[in-house]
């Protein structure tokens, strides 16, 4: 399957109409099999087991899963809001996503309807004894989905939404994404070092940032070529109409660029799938909107700060060996770690500069990572490091607080 229809299956796969439809289609195809079951079943059974009475079962099913699937959906969409209040609105796309909410949703949605059609199909005669057999088996079923999803549901709504849970899940959608540039630095292509080859560049026909690139339709479009392509904006970048998103050296006619636009996914808000450092950004923002007056939650930011460390000590684990190249005619600039650690803790380090324990902790963090053994984080842990001790030096009143962050920046 091609990337870029894989990753389109994907993202549809997230929305929350998606999934609920299917259950839906699902719940109804299931109070409809029960009419082409019904001959293989003994007509005799439907008294033995006491079938008569699936219409008021089917109609108390409608009635509280009608009620249920309310209270969930504003109780999804209230934290939605206290999430992007409390946190970042960024976060909030992670909720809609949850595949446990989106499955409960769906699940109070797909009974509804297969109690609804069962109705119908009752008071019409269409199932006859044999069918009121299969029908009253499969509301059983049904109901234990729904006593299961219920619980799981239950438990969801415990901490859906609030500021560790939210936390938690961007760390997790961040380390994933390191994890997979960790994987393979340059996507899958190989690694671009120096300037960029400018026979051809293409620009795109969209404002916005990328979000997604099929480097396998661009090593197709390369070998057709007979060169190579050069990537120049990577997931996350804001681009527009005029800036190169990448260059080729080798002549290309108006349908080859217009090829290589179209596997460069262009929307109006960054995605965390190829974008490790949207993650990062989004924990900094939630560490700096605890640091703001309005909330002010030293503890938050501290707990962000240990999340940042486990998603950036990924790219400082050992490799047992070189990345595999899949797409050797694309060439690919890597993360920069100055850009990631600026991302990281630039924020924080302005929005916490007046409290000394959110200093104290941000020295310690950055001293943690500068010894991890990756070569290029010891210099941009130092550079912020300094940054951070300067921010403070304009902030602390007290000379003995200055002091005692100088003392912990000197252990660079």
């Known amino acids: 399957m091609p990337t870029q229809l894989r990753w389109l299956i994907t993202e549809l796969a997230r929305r929350l ?21 019904a001959p293989l079943i003994p007509a005799d059974w439907s008294g033995k087991i006491g079938a008569a009475s699936i219409g008021n079962v089917l109609q108390i099913l409608a009635s509280s899963m009608l009620a249920v699937t309310t209270f969930s959906l504003a109780t999804m969409v209230a934290a939605y809001a206290t999430a992007s209040s409390a946190t ?6 992670l909720l809609i996503q949850d595949s446990s909410a989106q499955n409960a949703l769906a699940t109070f949605v797909g009974s509804f309807l297969f109690s609804l059609v069962g109705i119908i199909a009752l008071n019409a005669g269409v199932y006859g004894d044999s069918g009121r057999v299969v029908l009253f088996v499969g509301t059983i079923g049904v109901i234990a989905i729904i006593v299961i999803t219920l619980l799981r549901w239950i438990d969801l709504l415990a901490r859906f939404g609030r500021v560790g849970d939210a936390i938690d899940r961007v760390e997790a959608v961040a380390a994933h994404t390191m994890r997979a540039r960790w994987k393979h630095p340059c996507i899958g292509g190989r690694m671009r070092i120096g300037p960029a080859p400018a026979v051809a560049c293409v620009a795109s026909t969209k404002i ?4 997604h690139i099929d480097v396998a339709a661009l090593e197709r ?28 050296d080798f002549v ?21 799938d190829q974008d490790p450092r949207f993650g990062i950004m989004v924990l900094s923002e939630i560490a700096s909107k605890a640091l703001s007056p309005a909330v002010n939650d030293p503890g938050t930011a501290i707990a962000t700060l240990a999340s940042l460390v486990r998603v950036l000590a990924i790219l400082a684990e050992a490799r047992d060996e070189d990345s ?18 600026n991302d ?14 959110v200093g104290i902790r941000l020295q310690k963090t950055l001293l943690s990572l500068s010894r991890l053994g990756h070569p290029a984080f010891q210099a941009a842990a130092r550079q912020q490091s300094q940054r951070a001790l300067g921010r403070a030096r304009h902030t602390l009143p007290l000379a003995e607080d200055v002091a005692r962050l100088e003392r912990l920046a000197a252990r660079f």
């Open 17 to 37: 109409w998606v999934r609920a439809s299917l259950f839906a289609v699902a719940g109804i195809l299931t109070a409809i099999a029960a009419i082409a079951l």
């Open 88 to 93: 970042t609105p960024r976060v909030a796309e």
């Open 208 to 211: 916005g940032y990328v979000q």
């Open 221 to 248: 479009i390369a070998r057709l070529g007979g060169g190579e392509i050069h990537v120049e904006a990577l997931p996350g970048d804001f681009v527009d109409t005029v800036v190169p998103i990448a260059w080729l």
């Open 252 to 272: 290309a006619d108006a349908g080859t660029l217009q090829a290589v636009r179209e596997a460069f996914n262009v929307a109006a808000r960054r995605s965390f």
């Open 324 to 341: 595999e190249i899949f797409y050797p005619h694309v060439f690919v600039p890597p993360l920069a770690v100055e850009d990631l650690f």
């Open 344 to 357: 990281a803790f630039s924020p924080i380090s302005e929005s916490g500069a007046g409290t000394l324990a």
